[in-house]
């Protein structure tokens, strides 16, 4: 008890611990006058060099799309209606059956280069977004299991049979993948879309200088033209830098605060803070394609030696607890009664059965986390490591900075870098196969790498579900207490974002994804 007492208090010096305070509205608003000068965001991590949104799964990047390109529809993912969806280039989402989908579009839309925006785009983007090939696979199945159709220049139809499954996935996933134009896809992935960014949103894309993304008002915007000149979006690794830029007038919002930066930030008048839960969750995941992890108890024995209310008192103020894969602001979140829980007896049991007792035998183990961008990572990593080192695996911590830990990230054949790996998932629909499919079903497995032909059966199950309904009792009460028993990865908690601004930063929309909605916003 005392040694524990003292990684619990170790790890919490110097950080604030007010509980979560959630803005339900997202939205900071006054009738104060616009500076036609461009807002400054100071982002946590880098982004790729390919412009192309289907080729990754950098946030960055993807924060840089929302101001940029459009969207069928938009998820404001308030915790009361974490459902909802709002039409953008849609008008209606209509199910005219269990397999077709009408969806009716926003007459009068240009992109930026000018061309009209019309079916063939939707058409174009579902079945490229769809491609196996595609790093960021954002559909339910690929291009061959599903069918689009455009009667006009202005009606999609989507037709799910030969997939069998229920087209009402495409609704929540509209709000996802951003709108590309149909002449930018016929060039293909080495083309048009990896050099530059091509919307129909506020901004438009207008060049890369080194860390610095710079975009400018469209005035074409179908809403309207913006009121400030544009954004300027830059890449900033050191969390402390971020927030003394924003507190000498360099910056008028950062991301990703860290908990004690909160509590310094709250003195300062000229300086406001939101604060959202978040659709994304923080995970250990496991590594499934290579030893000692592709076996389950050893898997099942970490997680019963990690005390995740330890965690959240490191995270204080930017982790909210949950007890499942997926936020509590996704379709279908439920507490799961058998999500690992700490139990150090069961830990040390599951280890003499794998033929590891007390850890004797096992090797030398990698934990991988980052730096600069997640807050607390390196804190609550050094608690993970002591804890499992407490129950007898050999854990040595590798704390890298953003880009290398982006490096070896991913599954890779005979197994992706190191044993376990800290990483947050974070996908702007309240989808959640955007996160159950990506990371556990076989064929993606994006992290951990597992192959499994019971969790297949399931995630198929429940995607294809008859109705929403049908669909939220096979995700509750057969696949996601199916991932809680087999454990590819350990939900640590959900992230809480916090965004720092100018007070003068005024209607900046912010999603809790990460992307802002900057079409409206001032600065006074």
Not at 360 to 373: D, H, N, R
């Amino acid at each position: 008890m005392e040694r524990r007492q003292f990684l619990r208090y170790g790890a919490m010096v110097g950080a604030a611990f007010a509980a979560p305070r959630i803005n339900p509205d997202f939205l900071f608003s006054s009738a104060r006058a616009a500076d036609m000068r461009p807002l400054t965001f100071l982002s946590a991590e880098n982004i790729t060099g390919n412009w192309d949104p289907t080729s990754h799964t950098t946030l960055s990047q993807s924060n840089i799309e929302g101001f940029v390109m459009g969207f069928l529809t938009r998820a404001p993912m308030r915790p009361e209606t974490p459902d909802e969806v709002i039409y953008e280039l849609a008008t209606s989402i209509r199910e005219i059956d269990a397999h077709h989908l009408e969806i009716k579009l926003r007459e009068g839309v240009t992109f930026h280069d000018g061309k009209p925006f019309t079916a063939e785009d939707v058409k174009a983007t579902f079945e490229y977004g769809a491609q196996p090939d595609r790093p960021k696979q954002v559909y339910p199945g690929p291009t061959g299991t599903f069918e689009i159709t455009t009667p006009d220049d202005y009606t999609v139809i989507v037709d799910t049979s030969k997939g069998g499954y229920g087209a009402s996935l495409f609704i929540f996933l509209a709000s996802y993948l951003p709108i590309l134009s149909a002449k930018d896809v016929a060039e293909g992935p080495k083309g048009a879309l990896t050099q530059r960014l091509n919307g129909t949103g506020p901004f438009k894309f207008v060049e890369q200088r080194g860390n610095d993304t710079v975009m400018e008002a469209f005035p074409g915007y179908f809403k309207g033209a913006p009121k400030i000149a544009g954004v300027t979006f830059s890449f900033v690794g050191d969390a402390t830098t971020r927030m003394l830029s924003l507190m000498n007038g360099q910056a008028d919002v950062i991301e990703r605060l860290e908990p004690e930066q909160v509590e310094t930030l709250e003195k300062e008048k000229s300086i406001k803070l939101s604060r959202l839960v978040s659709v994304e969750n923080k995970y250990l995941w496991f590594r499934c394609s290579k030893p000692p992890f592709n076996d389950l108890r050893l898997r099942k024995a970490a997680a019963h030696a990690i005390d995740r209310d330890m965690i959240m008192e490191v995270m204080g103020s930017a982790g909210h607890a949950s007890s499942n894969f997926i936020s509590p602001i996704k379709f279908g979140y439920v507490d799961l009664p058998n999500y690992p829980k700490y139990d150090p007896d069961e830990c040390q049991r599951l280890l003499a059965e794998a033929g590891f007792p007390g850890g004797k035998g096992l090797p030398e183990l990698e934990y991988i986390t980052s730096t600069g961008f997640y807050p607390k990572t390196k804190e609550y990593g050094e608690v993970i490591t002591a804890m499992l080192q407490e129950q007898g695996f050999p854990v040595t911590l590798n704390v890298m900075e953003v880009a290398a830990w982006n490096e070896r990230l991913y599954d890779r054949p005979g197994g992706g870098p190191g044993h376990m790996v800290d990483c947050g998932w974070s996908t702007g629909s309240p989808e959640p196969d955007l996160v159950l499919r990506t990371h556990f079903h076989s064929s993606s497995k994006r992290i951990c790498g597992i192959e499994d032909p019971e969790i297949d059966a399931a995630l198929d199950a429940e995607r294809n579900a008859p109705s929403l309904e049908a669909r939220k009792a096979s995700l509750q009460t057969n696949l996601m207490p199916m991932l809680a028993d087999k454990v590819p990865a350990l939900s640590l908690f959900t992230s809480v974002l916090i965004h720092g601004m100018r007070a003068d930063v005024q209607d900046l929309f912010i999603y809790p994804d990460g992307l802002s909605d900057a079409s409206k916003a001032t600065l006074g």
